[in-house]
């Protein structure tokens, strides 16, 4: 069965940096994407940033040059780089993969709090 573990997530003061890992782990045969969502508090889920299997990376207008996606392939695993944090980056941050382990499914990870204010 696969699973997404998440770590990383914590308080911190506008303006510092964060940065949130997640590593999936099972039968694994292909990572198609890996993504990072974040949900603010009573808010619907949102996309942060995602890398294709190409390392084609995607960001939310929102945290473009502030915030870096890197993915390790050989590990499979995906980091985030969360710099400049501002109080609107408050959130649960969730790791999401699609993954083929004989069919494609999509996976999330448990949640990983992220608070940033002063």
């Known amino acids: 069965q696969v699973q997404l573990a998440e770590s990383g997530g914590g308080l911190v003061q506008p303006g510092e940096s964060l940065r949130l890992s997640c590593a999936a782990s099972?039968?694994?045969?292909?990572?198609?994407?890996m993504a990072w969502y974040r949900q603010p508090p009573g808010k619907q889920r949102e996309l942060v940033a995602r890398v294709d299997s190409g390392s084609k990376m995607t960001y939310a207008d929102s945290v473009k040059d502030r915030f870096i996606i890197s993915r390790d392939y050989a590990k499979n695993t995906v980091s985030l780089e969360m710099n400049s944090m501002r109080p609107e980056d408050t959130a649960v941050y969730y790791c999401n993969a699609i993954i083929f382990a004989g069919r494609v499914n999509e996976y999330w990870g448990q949640g990983t709090q992220v608070t940033v204010s002063s």
């Open positions: 099972g039968v694994i045969f292909s990572i198609r994407t």
